[in-house]
Structures are given as structure tokens and as C-alpha cells.
């Protein structure tokens, strides 16, 4: 078929629940191949990782002529990325210290048993609205300080700026004024909260924020809400998914899920190998800064190049048996956190909420069965991962 219409194949709805052999004609065509829409796609390991730290390579989408607000620094490029990204990390503790994160094991570990207590009954279950959807925002609230009352009001304004963040929205999901509004009443909220963490500070990350003295190292009121909004999406909306298509992998592959559970050791290795095999993240786009070449294709200036990150993970020239689902590969270097500068700073967090919730349900597993297989999926491309996932227990 056509290569210059992967794009629009892989992102079609009807390509969510097995995008794989797509990524498969991708990596075939080339190292990068242009779409019909100017966009150019790029699917191979290598190639991926290579401009994922190339310098060339811009983050933010005014570089492609876009007139938005000023992004979080997720898509900021250095200088900028750096000074917010180092400002963002300082209350997560310095290097070589315990991480903050250490220290919620054991909290995460009880919102997880609380969360089990649908499974104990017996009968059906969703795995995304009773147990993998909750365990992150709950987590990332207390992280934050957002009180346990008002979480519901940000699953809202998150479904809302997840929607508007796809690749090619399609005319279902929230238009960009709709977003723009979300992101502003969560931004308000959080200079709000923020503020009486001030007066009150507790051991919260906003409080850190906020009660830093020193000038130089303080994130303005707008840096601080756009952090916190960032730090609450990402929190939101990724984990989800790795615990999500973590059971339903398991479940697929039922030697692994008993292998597992003699050996419950293996879990950090099996969640690496689900952060290749199935991440949840599956594309992220870049911009070149000025024209330059890959493998004798021109990167024009100001264009869209889309890394697929999914497809490196699957590439046979990195991977051996690329795509059998083993926990206890080697060498498992995958692309599911990124890499480079915006290297993912909650990817601890996200493996202890990821193991601790596998491991959880591993006894339930047992004799749990999937109601149906493809599950439904959710609409975004990007941020892949199933709406539902249906079990009889
Ligand atoms: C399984 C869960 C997660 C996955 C798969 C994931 C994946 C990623 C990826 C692929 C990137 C790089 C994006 C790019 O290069 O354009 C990223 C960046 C980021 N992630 Fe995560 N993430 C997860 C969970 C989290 C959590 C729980 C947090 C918050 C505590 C978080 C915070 C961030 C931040 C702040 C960035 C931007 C870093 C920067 O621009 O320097 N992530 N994540």
C-alpha cells in the first residue's frame, strides 16, 4: 500500500487495537517516510532515539509557525526546557538522595489494596474505571496536595485536554477553546491551592513549590500552574494505560501471567518489557529547526516529523524477537519513557505504581477472563491504551 498514507492509516480509530503491523510497513519504507500531508514519519529505533536527542530537533510547536499560549516545558526547548524542568524536579529530592517517590511506596501499596476490594466479590469488573484509573490520580493527587474531594473535578479537565492533545484530533473531541479553558480553570485551582499551602504548607509538592526562598529557584505563578497541570496529565493519563495494558497482556499470554506468579520478582522486568511491547505512549512530534538530512531525506525546516516510538520498540534491528512479550529480555533499552532532554521525570513513579498494581492483581488474574478481546479503545493515537477492560472473575 501507499506509505505515504501510514499517518493517516495508523491514526484511523480502526487501527487502535493493532497498530502493529503498521509500524511494521513503516520501518520497511524507510528510515523516514514523508506523508501526503507534508508531515514525515519516522518508525525506526535508531532513528527515533537519534533525533530524540538531536539538538536540531525543537519541542515546541511555535516552531511550526503555530500560534499557541506558551506550552508547559514538556514542549519548550533548552535553555527555557532546562531552567523549568530542573525547577520542576528540585522537591522530587536531589540526586543520590532517597527519592520522594521512595518514600510512597508503602501509600501506594494501600490505595492499591483499597482499590482491590471490587475484585474480592467476584462477578465483573472494569480494570480502567475501578482500579487502573483511579490508582494514578489518586496518587499524583496526594503527591501534589489536591484534597481527595476535589479529584473528580480534574478527570474533567483532563479527559478535556487529552482529547485536544491528539495528533490529528478528529471532530469529536473538544475544540482548542474548550481546552484553553480547562487548562485555565485547572491552572486557577492550583495557584489557589497553592496559595494556602503558603500559610499552611504541608508535605506536599505544591507547599515545596511554593515555599522555596530562594528567588532564583521559584517558579512564577504561571510556571507553577502550568508544572502542576502538567505534572496532574501526565500523572493521569499514561499510568493508566501501562496498568491497563499490562493485564491485558498478561492475560494474553497466560505462561508469562504463571511464571510471574511463581517468581512475583520478575515484575520490575516485566514492566519494562510492557513499556516496549505495549507503551502508552506511541508517538511524540518534533520540528526541525533548520533543513537538514536523515539517510538522504531533507527534514524541511518547520515541518512535522513524528517519532514513533511504539514502532523503534519493535525493531528488529534492536530487538531481538521483537515481538514476543518476554519479561525476562535483556538489554531492554526501550523508548516508552522517551529519551534525551524531555526524558520522562515520573518514570519512577510510574514503575512503582505499575508493579505495585500487577502485582496486586496477579492472584486475581488467576482466574480472572477478558469479556472481550480487543477491548474498546480510546480515540487518541498517541496516548494509546483501552477505554475499558471488561473482566469476569
Ligand atoms: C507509564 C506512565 C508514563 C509514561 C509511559 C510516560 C511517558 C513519557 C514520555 C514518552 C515522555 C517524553 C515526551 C517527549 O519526549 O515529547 C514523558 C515526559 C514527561 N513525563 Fe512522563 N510518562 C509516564 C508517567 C508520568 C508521571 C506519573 C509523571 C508525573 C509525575 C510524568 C511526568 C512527565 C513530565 C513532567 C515530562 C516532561 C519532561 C520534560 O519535558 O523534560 N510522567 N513521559
Not at 506509505?3 to 510497513?25: M, V
Not at 510510574?350 to 477478558?370: D, K, V
Amino acid at each position: 500500500m501507499d506509505s505515504g498514507t501510514l499517518l493517516a492509516r495508523i491514526t484511523d480509530y480502526a487501527s487502535r487495537p493493532d497498530p502493529y503491523p503498521l509500524y511494521t510497513e513503516l520501518r520497511a519504507a524507510g528510515p523516514v517516510v514523508p506523508q501526503s500531508d507534508g508531515s514525515l514519519l519516522v518508525g525506526g529505533y535508531h532513528e527515533v532515539a537519534a533525533l530524540l536527542h538531536d539538538p536540531r530537533m525543537s519541542a515546541d510547536p511555535r516552531s511550526r509557525g503555530l500560534v499557541t499560549a506558551k506550552p508547559p516545558f514538556l514542549r519548550l526547548d533548552d535553555p527555557e526546557h532546562h531552567r523549568l524542568r530542573t525547577l520542576a524536579m528540585r522537591p522530587f529530592g536531589p540526586p543520590h538522595t532517597p527519592h520522594r517517590v521512595d518514600g510512597m511506596r508503602a501509600e501506594i501499596a494501600n490505595i492499591t489494596k483499597e482499590l482491590l476490594a471490587p475484585f474480592e466479590s467476584g462477578g465483573q469488573v472494569d480494570v480502567v474505571d475501578d482500579f487502573a484509573y483511579p490508582l494514578p490520580v489518586t496518587v499524583i493527587c496526594r503527591l501534589l496536595g489536591v484534597p481527595h474531594e476535589d479529584e473528580p473535578l480534574f478527570r474533567a479537565w483532563s479527559d478535556t485536554l487529552v482529547a485536544s492533545a491528539d495528533l490529528r484530533p478528529d471532530a469529536a473531541s473538544a475544540p482548542r477553546d474548550e481546552a484553553e479553558r480547562a487548562r485555565a480553570e485547572m491552572g486557577g485551582y492550583l495557584v489557589g491551592l497553592s496559595e494556602q499551602r503558603r500559610d499552611e504548607p504541608g508535605d506536599d509538592l505544591l507547599s515545596a513549590f511554593v515555599s522555596e526562598p530562594d528567588p532564583e529557584l521559584r517558579l512564577t505563578r504561571e510556571e507553577l500552574a502550568e508544572t502542576a497541570v502538567l505534572l496532574l496529565i501526565a500523572g493521569h493519563e499514561t499510568t493508566v494505560n501501562l496498568i491497563t495494558n499490562g493485564v491485558l497482556t498478561l492475560l494474553r499470554h497466560p505462561e508469562e501471567l504463571d511464571r510471574l506468579r511463581r517468581e512475583p520478582g520478575l515484575m520490575p522486568r516485566a514492566v519494562e518489557e510492557l513499556l516496549r511491547f505495549e507503551p502508552p505512549v506511541h508517538m511524540r512530534e518534533r520540528v526541525p529547526l533548520a533543513d537538514f538530512d536523515v539517510a538522504g531525506i531533507t527534514l524541511p525546516q518547520g515541518s512535522s516529523v513524528i517519532l514513533a516510538l511504539a514502532a523503534g520498540n519493535r525493531d528488529p534491528r534492536r530487538f531481538r524477537d521483537p515481538d514476543r512479550f518476554d519479561p525476562t529480555r535483556p538489554d531492554n533499552q526501550h523508548l516508552g519513557f522517551g529519551s534525551g532532554i524531555h526524558l520522562c521525570y515520573g518514570a519512577p513513579l510510574a514503575r512503582l505504581e505499575a508493579q505495585s498494581a500487577l502485582t496486586a492483581l496477579l492472584p486475581r488474574l488467576a482466574t480472572a477472563e477478558l469479556v472481550e478481546d480487543p477491548p474498546p479503545y480510546r480515540q487518541n493515537a498517541m496516548l494509546r491504551g483501552p477505554r475499558h477492560l471488561s473482566l469476569r472473575l
